[in-house]
Structure formats: C-alpha cells, structure tokens
Nanobody, 124 residues
Framework: QVQLVESGGGLVQAGGSLRLSCAAS????????MGWFRQAPGKERECVAA????????YYEDSVKGRFTISRDNAKNTVYLQMNSLIPEDTAVYYC?????????????????WGQGTQVTVSS
C-alpha cells in the first residue's frame, strides 16, 4: 500500500507560480512511476505530467509544456510539480498518482494509488 499526500495548492494570480508536492509513504518510492493529474469542474481527469522511477523520462500534456516541470527526489519520497506562468485554465483539483512500473504512464486507469487532491485556483 502507498499513501500519497499532496500539498502546495492555493489561489494565485495569472502569471504566477506554485509548486505542488506529493509525499509518499508505505513502500519503496523509487519503484513507482508517478503522475500529476488535474480535474476541473465538468471535465474529465487529465494527466498533465508524468515521470518514471528514476526521473530520467518525463511526459507533459501539450498545454503545460514549457510552463510545468515534474521532478522527484527519491531520497525524500516526494514528487513535485513546478507550475509557472499560470493561466485561469489551469484552475482545477490536482492529484498525484503512483503505480509500480519502469516507464511513465499517462492514463488514470493505469494508476493504482491516488492522493486526496489539492485545489489550484488561478485568477485573471
């Protein structure tokens, strides 16, 4: 079992930055691929970024490329999402997710463990 706890969400003006953190506990963190998903009201949950177990392979959804950066610190059992140049369309609940595997994964059904989510609101 893996427990995931997100933090770092909040209210920010357009153009601002936030860094989300997801702390994992319960199993060997370095065995797990990690993903950041978001879900806005009335929309499906989408993967915005994903990272493999070592951090050597990453994925970004097109709308966040060049603005968001996913990273991980296996010594701290934590994955991060640095979000810069935020726009109102980034407003959503952000979730981190984990699964055992060697690569990165971009579909929600591919993940086994989920955090409780953290709200990000970007005002115009």
């Amino acid at each position: 079992q893996v427990q995931l706890v997100e933090s770092g969400g909040g209210l920010v003006q357009a153009g601002g930055s936030l860094r989300l953190s997801c702390a994992a506990s319960g199993r060997t963190f370095s065995n797990y691929a990690m993903g950041w998903f978001r879900q806005a009201p009335g929309k499906e949950r989408e993967c915005v970024a994903a990272i493999n177990w070592s951090g050597g392979n990453t994925y970004y959804e097109d709308s966040v490329k060049g603005r968001f950066t996913i990273s991980r610190d296996n010594a701290k059992n934590t994955v991060y999402l640095q979000m810069n140049s935020l726009i109102p369309e980034d407003t959503a609940v952000y979730y981190c997710a984990a699964r055992n595997g060697n690569y990165y994964y971009t579909l929600s059904q591919q993940y086994v463990y989920w955090g409780q989510g953290t709200q990000v609101t970007v005002s115009s």
